[in-house]
Each structure stands twice: as structure tokens, then as C-alpha cells.
């Protein structure tokens, strides 16, 4: 690989995790970390970050202005998709019933999937259209904050 690219992939990457820590989502790099927080009652979104072009620029802002909203999940947190590969793959072992797929949403309540959108639902649609998908869910899973 050319350093260059190496070096701008770094910092694509850098950006992708910095927006969504910035929004209140917070990192889980470890299989521990995955399981330590998704096993608890309650209701966690999980963002499935990802460098990818299209569907990314939809999910970041999407992940971010959903939270604009009365009824939130408990817990927002974000695995990285080809980065953290362990506490990603430990993740979508929650994700029972739904292929891999990056970028994605999954709410999970009681450490036990509730329902996912899935990268098909997030490429080739709008922001507004997957803030209106994640609110769905937060009307549908999750108490009035």
C-alpha cells in the first residue's frame, strides 16, 4: 500500500469515530467492552460506524440528529466495522437473525436484539429518511427522556 493513502485513511477514519463520539456515542473497542455494556437491562442503539462512502455520509448525520428527540435509548455506543474487528464481530453476535452490514443500527433492549436498519436502509435514501427509521424505533423501544 502507498503511505499516502495509508495516512489519508487514517485520518478518514480519525474523522468517522470523532463525529460520532462527538454526538455522545461512545467507543467499544474490545469484545468485553461489547458485552459489558449490551448484557445490561434497559435499551442500547449500537451504530455500526463505516469508512464507506455513501451509506457513511448518510449514517453519521443520521446517528447524530436522531437524538434531537423526547424518547432516547439509555445508551448510545459505536463499533467500528473493519477496524475493531473483535468488538464488532461481538456485536453482531447480538444481531440475531440479521446478515453483517455496515453501516447499521441496532437497538438492542435487555441484551436482547429489538429490530435493525440494515445498510440497504440507509444507502440511497436521505438523512431525514433514516432519522425518521431510528425515531421509529426510539417512539417504539424507549421511554420519554
Known amino acids: ?6 495516512l489519508y485513511m487514517n485520518g478518514v ?3 468517522a469515530r470523532n463525529e460520532i463520539e462527538e454526538a ?17 437491562d ?6 455500526v460506524n463505516s469508512v464507506c462512502g455513501c451509506a457513511g455520509v ?3 448525520p ?13 445508551r448510545l455506543v459505536t463499533v467500528f466495522a473493519g477496524q475493531d474487528k473483535e468488538a464488532t464481530q461481538q456485536a453482531r453476535d447480538y444481531f440475531e437473525g440479521y446478515a453483517p452490514s455496515s ?3 441496532a437497538l438492542i433492549k435487555d441484551g436482547k436484539i429489538t429490530e435493525m ?12 429518511n433514516v432519522i425518521s427509521q431510528l425515531q421509529g424505533l426510539f417512539d417504539q423501544y424507549c421511554e420519554e427522556r
Not at 500500500?1 to 495509508?6: K, Q
Not at 456515542?25 to 445490561?40: C, F, H, N, P
Not at 434497559?42 to 451504530?47: E, Y
Not at 436498519?117 to 431525514?128: A, N, S
Open 58 to 60: 448518510i449514517a453519521r
Open 42 to 47: 434497559g435499551t442500547t442503539l449500537v451504530m
Open 103 to 105: 453501516p447499521s443500527f
Open 62 to 74: 443520521a446517528a447524530t440528529h436522531a437524538l434531537h428527540y423526547d424518547k432516547l435509548p439509555d
Open 117 to 128: 436498519i440494515e445498510r440497504h436502509q440507509i444507502e440511497g435514501h436521505d438523512v431525514m
Open 1 to 6: 500500500m502507498d503511505l499516502n493513502f495509508d
Open 13 to 15: 477514519v480519525d474523522q
Open 24 to 40: 455522545g456515542y461512545e467507543q467499544l473497542t474490545t469484545a468485553d467492552e461489547v458485552d459489558k455494556v449490551l448484557k445490561q
